[in-house]
């Protein structure tokens, strides 16, 4: 990874894989913005590729419970 992104950790984990900065502390899909929402290896639940991909999913899921409201 290092060879493509630059970044020696590897950007596919995202932040650095501590204690300090996994599961529930990584950032949630919700921001105080209206109608701004984040996912990816940097939020809840995670890096690796199948952490992305459910971080995804509940951020699709927010969007369509707001737009059913």
Not at 8 to 15: A, C, K, L, T
Not at 34 to 59: C, D, H, R
């Amino acid at each position: 990874m290092e060879h493509y992104t630059l970044n020696p950790g590897g950007s596919i984990f995202g932040w650095d894989n501590t204690l300090d900065q996994s599961l529930l502390n990584r950032l949630p899909q919700k921001t105080p913005i209206k109608n701004l929402y984040l996912s990816g290896a940097w939020t809840f639940p995670g890096g690796g590729q199948s952490a992305v991909l459910i971080s995804g999913e509940m951020v699709g899921r927010e969007i369509l419970k707001m737009e059913n409201r």
